[in-house]
């Protein structure tokens, strides 16, 4: 009797352990694209809380303001990245050529020697064509290859279905943990509410500073560049895009702009290093190291500096979505040992209890 349970006990284990296995395979999978849709949740309840009114009970009313408000965030987001997609690769084909013949290496090394480079401008202009090359060669591969369109529909369908329960069901979730969640659960759900939190300060001032970057990118490339109001638009647009994606950031726009400038315009060599002097300076490192900082640590106490080191940090150890698990996981560690610090009494009573 006893063995035969013990094997039915080892079976249950296994079985249990297979499914766990097999969920973090699927989720893993996703979970940049889950992630994503957290942070446009909670960019959009807000906006569904002011449908309603504050009333956020489950029903027809909250699920409509719900959908609405993702719609509201998710569509424009969309239609300027693709605009933005669309825009790149139209550049990318005009200017292949220049760039395959090497034509555009040979312009960037020539400026950059009269710039006063000397040895360091082949150098760079070496470099600056094997990364054009293989943005170029990834870019192109994807585009051409057929399960891209499918795979790219698959993740955008189950980033706004994602985002749309966030929203909807995340006051019920909230609702939960305070009927069921009791006293001697109560350091839980402490770090329940720093974890929301933070993610809320977080998304939200990302979402505050790609506005705030868009906007000075805007002046500083009038003020350079003197554009029409269109091209103007299409840069803001395309700003504001790679701006609030994780990772790529402004850098990805006002590079390749300050080359071409520098390679491709005749005497623009000017406007291409002060754009990029500019760009480096208000578009990467003062939003970076100041705006988002101050930004995230208004809302949710997080050490400018943690947010630093979890920004770069996160990037380095888990990709692209570090930078959203970096600051993530830094700002739980400081908010559980600063609930210890000020409510260990809870964490006392609750091993005292066990």
Same mark, same amino acid.
């Given at each position: ?31 940049? /694209? $889950? ?49 933005? +997609?669309?825009?790149? +690769? ?15 290496? #040979?312009?960037? &090394? ?6 006063? $480079?000397?040895? $360091?401008?082949? *150098? ?22 057929? @399960? ?5 529909? /698959? ?18 979730? &909230?609702?939960?943990?305070? @009927? ?8 839980? &759900? ?13 998304? /939200? ?11 000075? #990118? #805007? ?8 554009? @029409? ?64 900082? &101050? ?42 040992? @600063?609930?210890?610090?000020?409510? *260990? ?10």
């Amino acid at each position: 009797m006893d063995k035969g349970h013990r094997t039915w006990k080892f079976i249950g284990i296994a079985l249990l352990v297979v499914i766990v296995g097999a969920s973090l395979f699927i989720f893993l999978n996703y979970v940049g /694209v $889950l992630i994503a849709a957290l942070a446009m949740a909670y960019i959009s309840y807000p906006i569904a809380r002011f449908l309603v009114r504050g009333d956020t009970r489950p029903g027809w009313r909250f699920l409509l303001a719900s959908f609405a408000s993702v719609l509201l965030i998710i569509i424009p987001l969309l239609l300027s990245l693709f605009y933005a +997609l669309d825009y790149s +690769l139209k550049w990318l084909i005009q200017n292949l050529p220049a760039i395959e013949s090497g034509r555009f290496i #040979a312009d960037l &090394k020539t400026t950059l020697t009269a710039l006063g $480079l000397g040895v $360091l401008s082949e *150098r760079i202009a070496s470099e600056v064509g094997k990364l054009i090359g293989s943005f170029a060669t990834r870019l192109s591969t994807a585009v051409l290859n057929p @399960t891209w369109v499918i795979g790219l529909f /698959v993740k955008i369908v189950l980033f706004f279905i994602a985002a749309f329960y966030f929203v909807y069901e995340g006051p019920q979730f &909230k609702r939960f943990i305070d @009927t069921h969640v009791t006293k001697r659960d109560q350091f839980l &759900k402490e770090i329940l509410y720093s974890f929301n939190k933070i993610c809320y300060s977080l998304f /939200v001032s990302h979402f505050f500073t790609s506005i705030i970057v868009t906007a000075i #990118a #805007a002046i500083g490339f009038w003020i350079i560049l003197r554009p @029409t109001l269109i091209f103007l638009g299409i840069l803001s647009i395309l700003i504001f895009v790679v701006a609030f994606l994780p990772v790529i950031g402004p850098w990805l726009l006002y590079v390749p702009l300050a080359l071409w400038q520098i390679a491709l315009v005749p005497g623009g060599y000017t406007r291409g290093l002060a754009i990029f002097v500019f760009g480096v300076l208000f578009l990467t490192l003062i939003p970076d190291l100041y705006i988002r900082p &101050k930004l995230v640590a208004r809302g949710s106490e997080i050490h400018p500096l943690l947010f630093i080191i979890g920004f770069f940090g996160g990037e380095v150890l888990f990709g692209l979505k570090g930078v959203i698990l970096g600051p993530l996981l830094l700002g739980l560690a400081q908010g559980i040992v @600063t609930l210890y610090v000020k409510k *260990r009494h809870i964490l006392k009573e609750l091993i005292e209890h066990f």
